[in-house]
């Protein structure tokens, strides 16, 4: 008798983890940092983002599409990062 096949975990949940934590990120490098130094900061997040993506996604314990999920978790902080980025050039664009 075979044993039968549990349920995967899902895994949307690791990729949601990395995108909050980018939007922490971004949030708190807004109101701790300069304006001048923001982008590189800002650059710093999205290491830390990735560097994220990887332990979560080894964490999760499984290797079919961890190639696909550490990208989708990253292109997602990618772009969580550059839509708080924009906001920040937006917002210096205007008048104090």
Known sequence: MATPQLAPRR????????????????VAVGILVSPAGRAAWLTVGMGVCVILSFAVQLWSGRSQGFTRRVAA??????????????????????PA
């Not at 990253?74 to 205007?94: M, N, P, Q, R």
């Open 11 to 26: 895994t949307i949940g690791g990729l949601v983890i990395v995108w909050v934590a980018a939007a922490v990120i971004g």
């Open 73 to 94: 978790s990253s292109l997602g902080a990618l772009f969580v990062l550059g839509v708080i980025s924009l906001g920040f050039g937006l917002a210096s664009l205007a």
